[in-house]
């Protein structure tokens, strides 16, 4: 699955990802196909800096959805579980400084 055109409003937030920068999925190929059980996640930071999830399903009886990110620590966990990177972890988390191991 790859991910598509989405909005929704989640407590008098509007979220989209027609406005929002692809950070991140799992929508890696195995060798047989792009989804992970049936299901794909693809995290995204809004222009004004919120985080949040487009989850895509192809489960009968489960929809697609948005799901936003409570903070910014939050957002980095789920970065980086997320294999397939769209942009660098500086380019994700510009305000975060990432320090040499």
């Not at 920068?21 to 693809?42: C, I, M, Q, Y």
Request: hydrophobic fraction near 30%; charged fraction near 35%; glycine fraction near 6%.
């Amino acid at each position: 699955m790859s991910p598509y055109e989405k909005e929704e409003v989640i407590d008098g937030k509007r979220y989209s990802t027609k406005t929002a920068t692809l950070l991140a999925g799992n929508d890696f190929w195995d060798g047989h196909n792009w989804e992970r059980s049936g299901t794909n996640k693809f995290l995204y930071r809004t222009p004004r800096g919120r985080y949040f999830l487009l989850c895509l399903t192809q489960w009968q009886g489960d929809h697609d959805r948005i799901e936003p990110i409570e903070n910014e620590a939050r957002a980095r966990e789920v970065f980086e579980s997320l294999r397939e990177k769209r942009v660098s972890y500086e380019e994700a988390f510009p305000k975060f400084k990432v320090e040499e191991a």
